[in-house]
């Protein structure tokens, strides 16, 4: 989802709860881990993104009640995926 020059990857929800995922995805080769991709600077980016999208949407849904920004970490090597996932990754 685009917010202006923000972006969101994925956007759900379940129940009262609105969940952010941030999908990074990494080659068996890669230095960095898809996780550890998340810096300070993206988290800063997810945030303000978040709390853009709460304003301009998510505030007026009465049925949701908070926002939770999780990550999905994607590795492919040869012919295995491997996918971790966790939940409240990015902070307030």
Known sequence: ???????????????????????????????????????????????????RLWRSKLAAVEEIERVRIDAAAVTFSGDLTRVEYVEGAVGP
């Open 1 to 51: 989802m685009r917010l202006g020059a923000l972006e969101l990857d994925v956007v759900a929800r379940r129940g009262a709860l609105a969940v952010i995922v941030e999908v990074r995805t990494r080659g068996s080769g890669s230095l960095q881990g898809a996780l550890a991709s998340i810096d300070g600077k993206k988290r800063m980016r997810l945030r303000r993104a978040t709390e």
